[in-house]
């Protein structure tokens, strides 16, 4: 019998169209992937609600504790390996609301989890950066709360290296096209102390854009579907180093 392929189970959003196409032309590119009956890597998802994020209570709840905990016990009944959460509410809520996560999905499954924010932030201690470019589609009082977070981490977001869309319907982001995404990661590089840039949303559609961006620019850029991915493949013993054309992140091991 053929040895199991390692099983990546993500957490996604209800809403979130750009998620899932991205993560499967990510491990479709893996080497050894490409034929289908016997893949070295696969990838399964699992939903709950989220339709609009804002500091709204409303919105804030959906992110609550009982919704992700079942839609992570549905992965784990396929046998996954890994679980990753792939959405960054955490820059908003608090990292502690992560580590949370982390540790309830976890304990209930039995299954070693991640989330993008855990992830990114693992990138940005092994890349040491301490100046970071940061660009959302998110609103004002979402993205400072964004900034605050990673100020008290020791991060410094200045005004010049933010950019943000104003926008709420997560439906909304996934049709922001790749000239808007350029103009924005170019305008938190140019001119400023950004030592990366995270584009941070896994809604965008821009992992595909890092290599580009990293070769225009010169510097890191961690894309928040992306990170989790890599995150989850080296907790699974997989060789990142192997991955190729996704970003400097998937040299670093």
């Not at 850029?221 to 992140?249: A, C, E, I, P, Q």
């Amino acid at each position: 019998m053929p040895s199991k392929p390692l099983r990546l189970g993500i957490l996604v959003p209800s809403s979130n169209t750009a998620l899932e196409p991205l993560t499967h032309s990510l491990i479709s590119s893996l080497p050894n992937n490409s034929n289908p009956s016997a893949p070295t890597v696969t990838v399964h998802f699992s939903r709950f609600a989220v339709t609009t994020i804002s500091l709204s209570p409303a919105s804030i709840k959906q992110f609550d504790l009982p919704a992700i905990l079942a839609a992570a016990q549905l992965l784990a009944h396929a046998e996954v390996d890994i679980i990753g959460w792939g959405g960054t509410s955490a820059g908003w809520l608090g990292f502690q609301h992560d580590e949370e996560l982390v540790r309830a999905v976890t304990a209930a499954t039995g299954v070693p989890t991640t989330t993008s924010v855990v992830a990114l932030n693992k990138a940005l201690q092994l890349f040491n950066v301490k100046r970071l470019g940061l660009v959302t589609p998110y609103l004002d009082d979402v993205q400072e709360a964004i900034i605050k977070n990673y100020a008290g981490a020791g991060i410094d977001i200045s005004l010049g290296m933010e950019r943000h869309l104003g926008v709420a319907k997560n439906t909304d982001i996934a049709v922001i096209g790749e000239k808007v995404l350029d103009g924005l990661v170019r305008e938190v590089v140019e001119g400023t102390e950004a030592e990366a840039v995270t584009t941070f949303c896994t809604n965008w559609v821009a992992a595909q854009r890092v290599e580009y961006w990293e070769g225009r620019w010169g510097l890191p850029v961690f894309d928040t579907v992306s990170v989790v991915v890599w995150d989850m493949l080296r907790m699974g013993g997989f060789d990142v180093k192997t991955v190729k054309g996704w970003g400097s992140l998937f040299k670093k091991s």
